[in-house]
């Protein structure tokens, strides 16, 4: 009897390690291309930091036309309007409901690690799509070179004043959503070719949180102290607005070619701010490939789904746009924000 007892209780503990070690879970949870979830279903959640601007439209667009041509079954598409807290909550939402791959646009870079760790204890694999998150396990990453990005910008505020004294050229910087490792990046891109022209300093750096109001304020007040700013760099066009009307209601809005013109320029290529350089308005917009961050996340989670390699890193392309090609590229059907 004895004998027989220590035989049950072997089997047993035999019957809790398998269940124990055969779960996933935990950051190592996704680390390789296994689909986890078998309930027949190809389910895909996209958790949005919102969806209110043209260009994350256009990215929401393009996410659900590749999960139709791409063979899932369930496409769920959640806007968090910008609260990290609803966002935790709504990827915490679709791992309850058997998502086999999240895609995060993280309304906060660091606020969002722990939705992130759900999913990894839940062996749920991640895509960060246009914004970059500080933590937790993700199987990929999805994004633009914005340090290039806010690079091309400031170099080619250079070359528009090549031949001017050292530092007379003098710039205003508006950052945008510290939150966004996409923003805080085009900044230091930003910082980083000013520091290339020996003719163009910043003189004033303003974090605005992407707030309008703020951001008119911040012009007309930088304006005061130095009225001999000569160019103005927003992390993203829909930014240029509140810049625009300050400078008109502070008598400082003159088009291009005008000698007392002030630069400005932006990333994201929405069909205004594309209209406004055929208009004279700005002077460069870095037009990134929405369609493409929104396509390329499904094509990632197919690609894990079907069992193949899925990379680390995905660049998407980024088309500078200026009143010198901005036809050009319109009429070669380039720009998503002319489409």
């Given at each position: 009897m004895k004998k027989l007892f220590i035989l049950l209780l072997s089997a047993v503990m035999v019957f809790v390690l398998a269940s124990c070690t055969s779960g996933g879970g935990g950051e190592s949870g996704t680390g390789g291309n296994e689909k986890l979830l078998n309930d027949g279903v190809d389910r895909i959640g996209f958790a949005m930091a919102d969806v209110?601007?043209?260009?994350?439209?256009?990215?929401?667009?393009?996410?659900?036309?590749?999960?139709?041509?791409?063979g899932f079954d369930e496409c769920i598409v959640l806007s968090a309007e910008n609260s990290v807290e609803t966002q935790i909550?709504?990827?915490?939402?679709?791992?309850?409901?058997?998502c086999d791959v999240i895609v995060i646009y993280s309304a906060d870079a660091d606020?969002?690690?722990?939705?992130?760790?759900?999913?990894?204890?839940?062996?749920?694999?991640?895509?960060?799509?246009?914004?970059?998150?500080?933590?937790?396990?993700?199987?990929?990453?999805?994004?633009s070179n914005n340090i290039s990005d806010g690079r091309d910008v400031a170099n080619?505020?250079?070359?528009?004043?090549?031949?001017?004294?050292?530092?007379?050229?003098?710039?205003?910087h508006i950052i945008g959503n510290l939150s966004s490792t996409a923003q805080k990046e085009r900044a230091d891109g930003f910082r980083l070719g000013v520091e290339n022209w020996g003719q163009m300093t910043i003189v004033n750096e303003v974090a605005t949180d992407a707030d309008a109001d703020r951001i008119y304020n911040a012009v007309v007040d930088a304006f005061k102290t130095d009225p001999d700013i000569k160019g103005i760099f927003v992390?993203?066009?829909?930014?240029?607005?509140?810049?625009?009307?300050a400078?008109?209601?502070?008598?400082?809005?003159?088009?291009?070619?005008?000698?007392?013109?002030?630069?400005?320029?932006?990333?994201?290529?929405a069909t205004e701010q594309l209209e406004w350089l055929s208009q004279g308005t700005n002077d460069i917009s870095i037009s990134l490939d929405f369609s493409g961050f929104g396509a390329e996340a499904v094509r990632a989670a197919r690609d894990y789904i079907d069992g193949k390699p899925v990379p680390e890193t995905i660049m998407t392309k980024s088309i500078v746009c200026t009143a010198g090609n901005i036809d050009y590229?319109?009429?070669?059907g380039m720009l998503w924000g002319k489409q």
């Open positions: 209110t601007g043209q260009a994350v439209q256009t990215e929401k667009t393009a996410f659900e036309a590749a999960a139709t041509e791409m909550t709504q990827i915490r939402d679709l791992i309850t409901r058997e606020g969002v690690v722990p939705a992130v760790q759900s999913c990894n204890e839940a062996g749920i694999p991640v895509v960060a799509v246009d914004r970059g998150i500080s933590g937790g396990n993700i199987m990929c990453s999805i994004f080619y505020f250079g070359t528009l004043t090549s031949g001017e004294a050292n530092d007379s050229v003098k710039l205003l992390p993203y066009d829909q930014l240029l607005s509140p810049v625009v009307s400078l008109k209601e502070i008598n400082k809005f003159y088009p291009v070619g005008d000698p007392n013109h002030v630069m400005l320029g932006a990333v994201d290529g590229l319109v009429s070669s």
